[in-house]
Nanobody, 127 residues
Framework: QVQLIESGGGLVQAGGSLRLSCAASGRTFGNYAMGWFRQAPGKEREFVASISWNDGATAYADSVKGRFTISRGAAKSTVYLQMNSLKPEDTAVYYC????????????????????WGQGTQVTVSS
């Protein structure tokens, strides 16, 4: 079993920045693509960003392109989401997810393909 723990959420003014972290633990954590999703009140969970296991390939939702950056730590068991130029519409609970993959280059954008999820961290952007 893999556990994912997010941190770094909070309240920030529009135009500000936050950095989310997701630490994976549990069984040997290897060959996992990872991603960030978010869910605002009354809305469906949506894809934000994802990163491959080993070659640094990334994908972003159009709404965050150029403002958010996903990256992995050197040990690959931690993933970060640097969020700049935040807008009130970025307000949501942000979830980290992990999916076991068999290719170092796979980037996953669909929530149904992820095996493990964190509990989420609240991000609130005030106007």
């Amino acid at each position: 079993q893999v556990q994912l723990i997010e941190s770094g959420g909070g309240l920030v003014q529009a135009g500000g920045s936050l950095r989310l972290s997701c630490a994976a633990s549990g069984r040997t954590f290897g060959n996992y693509a990872m991603g960030w999703f978010r869910q605002a009140p009354g809305k469906e969970r949506e894809f934000v960003a994802s990163i491959s296991w080993n070659d640094g390939a990334t994908a972003y939702a159009d709404s965050v392109k150029g403002r958010f950056t996903i990256s992995r730590g050197a040990a690959k068991s931690t993933v970060y989401l640097q969020m700049n130029s935040l807008k009130p519409e970025d307000t949501a609970v942000y979830y980290c997810a992990a999916a076991q993959v068999y290719s170092a280059r796979v980037v996953i954008t669909r929530s149904s393909e992820y095996n493990y999820w964190g509990q989420g961290t609240q991000v609130t952007v005030s106007s």
